[in-house]
């Protein structure tokens, strides 16, 4: 099956920094989403982007579906943005999203 | 509009019980993925269905098994608990299979 790498797999930011979060995969995809996962475990939707680049706010994201990789940023950090974010994949004709294993981020006041 | 709603939100059961966690869709989805995440580790596809039916399925044995509602909610059951059962388990709805998923806040089990 398909394989999503993350990386880093942890960072520490003081607040206010900003940060790049990579997600490698490993065929093509014709769904990608980032989540955030917050410390109760709910997963919480950033972004559907299978290609292209789209901003929220002070998050966004870069997909290069022809090279395999997406990119998560996050401006101006803050502590609220401590968690665990996934990327998660799909491919033609599967049902399920596979996810990387994570980048924990903690922000740090 | 009502998001993805799961019960109950931690549960505790022995090995060898059965237990039976439920989703709600939010509205207007059809479809309902379940994903099974243990500590530390991204989540893992257990099955989707999509109008009632099985639509797919993860790497997992039969004593994993679900169903879907005329209403499209859904069940996960899992028979003869092991210890490894022990995780957060999600639901997941979606418009159809193969749109933007959308998460509940998922159900703690803890198999002792």
């Known amino acids: 099956g398909i394989q999503v790498e993350q990386s880093p797999p942890d960072l520490i930011l003081q607040e206010g920094a900003n940060s790049t979060l990579r997600c490698n995969f490993s065929?093509?995809?014709?769904?990608l989403q980032w989540f955030h996962q917050n410390p109760w475990g709910q997963l919480i939707n950033l972004f559907y982007?299978?290609?292209g680049t789209k901003q929220n706010g002070r998050l966004s994201a870069t997909t290069v579906a022809t090279e395999r990789y997406s990119l998560l940023y996050i401006s101006s950090s803050q502590t609220t943005d401590s968690g665990v974010y996934f990327c998660?994949?799909?491919?033609?004709?599967?049902?399920?999203?596979?996810f990387g294993s994570g980048t924990r981020l903690q922000v740090q006041p | 509009e009502t998001g993805v709603t799961q019960s109950p939100t931690h549960l505790i059961k022995t090995r060898g019980q059965q237990v039976t966690l439920r989703c709600s869709s939010q509205?207007?989805?059809?479809?309902v993925s379940w994903y099974q995440q243990a500590l530390g580790q991204g989540p893992q596809f257990i099955f989707q269905?999509?109008?009632?039916?099985?639509?797919g399925r993860g790497n997992f044995p039969p004593r994993f098994s679900g169903l879907q509602f005329p209403n499209y909610s859904s069940e996960l059951n899992v028979n003869a608990l092991e210890l490894d059962d022990s995780a957060l388990y999600l639901c997941?709805?979606?418009?159809?299979?193969?749109?933007?998923?959308?998460f509940g806040p998922g159900t703690r089990l803890l198999v002792l």
């Open positions: 997941a709805s979606s418009l159809a299979s193969g749109e933007t998923q959308y």
């Open positions: 065929d093509s995809v014709n769904n």
């Open positions: 982007i299978p290609s």
């Open positions: 998660a994949v799909r491919n033609t004709g599967r049902r399920a999203l596979t």
């Open positions: 509205s207007g989805h059809n479809t």
């Open positions: 269905y999509y109008r009632e039916e099985e639509n």
